[in-house]
């Protein structure tokens, strides 16, 4: 599959999701995994969504930037070994701070305006993964990588 057609695919996917599946490791390399909503900023080099700084997983990001996220499609159905697609989505996480922050926040709102509450308390943190690779299957099987230039800075 080309890298065209896997952006394709991703800008799909992410369209239609709302949620996915963050992985963090704590400072003793426990993992652990949070459902998360999430919002991909348009040319997909970063993923973005919010959390508590009271969360095990914010203390997690806190001692390893390292995190992957699962998004994806399945309805639970036998047709999903055919239909289904998963992109996990690697690289490094970092509280959003700074003049970006803004813009940044009207794209996450923009998909989850039933958020708003949560995203302008205090203790609430807009984390960006900067994504260095795409890993999408499909077909139960198939895996191709989608490696980002901002991620191999």
């Known amino acids: 599959m080309a890298p065209d057609k896997i952006t394709t695919v991703l800008k799909d996917l992410f369209q239609h999701q709302k949620l ?71 690289g490094r996480v970092a509280e959003q701070q700074g003049p970006e922050k803004t813009d940044l926040l009207r794209v996450f709102l923009y998909k989850h305006p039933e958020l708003t509450t949560f995203a302008l308390e205090p203790s609430s943190a807009l984390m960006t993964i900067v994504v260095e690779r795409y890993l999408l299957v499909s077909r139960f099987q198939e895996v191709r990588q989608l490696e980002m230039p901002a991620g191999r800075e």
């Open 20 to 90: 996915g599946v963050l992985a963090t490791v704590s400072d003793t390399s426990e993992p652990y995994v949070s459902l998360v909503a999430f919002a991909a900023v348009d040319d997909l080099d970063r993923v973005l969504f919010l959390t508590s700084r009271s969360t095990l997983k914010f203390r997690n990001m806190l001692s390893s930037s390292r995190v992957s996220m699962l998004i994806d499609n399945r309805t639970n159905e036998a047709a999903d070994f055919d239909n289904a697609v998963a992109a996990t989505v690697i």
